[in-house]
């Protein structure tokens, strides 16, 4: 799944080659792609990108007054490509492409077995509802430890779930939230309300240590290595069974609700096993 990180660095690629770029054509290959009926994503032919930026995990580009905004979903990314340049061997495919009028292609990709990706046409950025409903982003210079503990002091929710849900906290999902809570040393599944001040603190440190530096070391990289940059930067999340680089213990995986988390049972549960592991 895109999380901040990649999609900052996404953002910023598009912002830097597609501003100042015309729109010639749009080929919509799924329509259940298609969020916005009255406004499709072909009404923006002819106009001028003039920008892109991130919301969460969502990226905007500002297209002649309007905005297309593109919900990644689980599995949607994005491939920068000349008409002439085939896909690479195993790419997702393309459910959505945007020709430019310099030549290049932005083809909106989805790779999962049911789509997730989503594309609105709007007058502002936060027309679309899950934007909208978009918590405190950790990215953000002004977030503070205050914007934490609005959404973690009293809360009776794992905090595993609390980091992933978007109202909350913008643009984290299951890897960070992985990283985040075995660099503050905390259990995926303690519930945020049993938090003292002083665990607050350091998940406030984790989380946007963890992000910003994330974003930091994702910028430049180009944007088809992305997802094996993050993979290759995780601590925990995807090593279960690996050893923990700060104490030589095994790395865990536990499933619960929906989702799986990784973590260090001697960094994060004072050694106990949870779930099936025990």
């Known amino acids: 799944m895109p999380e901040s990180p990649e999609v900052q660095a996404l953002a910023e690629f598009l912002n830097e080659r597609a501003s100042g770029r015309t729109i010639t054509s749009v080929d ?27 919301f969460g995990k969502h990226l905007d580009l500002a297209v002649g007054g309007r905005h297309l905004g593109v919900s990644l979903g689980r599995h949607g990314w994005a491939r920068w490509s000349r008409p002439d340049q085939p896909a690479p061997e195993g790419a997702p495919p393309a459910l959505a492409v945007l020709s430019l009028d310099d030549g290049s292609e932005v ?27 978009l918590g405190p982003d950790p990215a953000d210079p002004a977030f503070a430890q205050a914007d934490l503990d609005a959404v ?49 603190e350091r998940l406030f440190d984790a989380t946007t240590s963890t ?31 690996e050893v923990c680089s700060v104490c030589g213990d095994t790395v865990r995986s536990f499933s619960f609700g929906s989702t799986t988390a990784e ?7 004072d050694g106990a096993l949870l779930g099936a592991d025990g």
């Not at 259990?187 to 002083?198: C, I, K, Q, T, Y």
């Not at 910028?219 to 601590?235: E, F, H, N, T, Y």
């Open 28 to 54: 919509v290959l799924e329509f259940r792609t298609i969020k916005t009926r009255a406004a499709p994503p072909e009404s923006l032919v002819g106009s001028e990108i003039t920008g892109a930026q991130r």
């Open 263 to 269: 973590y260090c049972p001697t960094c994060q549960t």
């Open 107 to 133: 083809s909106l990709t989805d790779a999962g077995s049911w789509v997730s990706l989503g594309l609105f046409v709007v007058d502002e950025p936060r027309d679309v509802p899950a934007v909208a409903k």
């Open 211 to 241: 992000i910003r530096g994330a974003i930091t070391a994702r910028r430049g990289i180009p944007i088809d290595q992305l997802k094996s940059a993050k993979v290759a930067s995780m601590r925990v999340h995807g090593r279960a069974g």
């Open 152 to 200: 973690t002091v009293g809360r009776r929710k794992q905090l595993k779930a609390v980091l992933q849900e978007q109202e909350s906290l913008a643009g984290i999902g299951n890897a960070y939230s992985d990283e985040i809570l075995h660099l503050a040393k905390l259990s995926p599944v303690v519930h945020a309300a049993a938090l003292d001040e002083r665990a607050r």
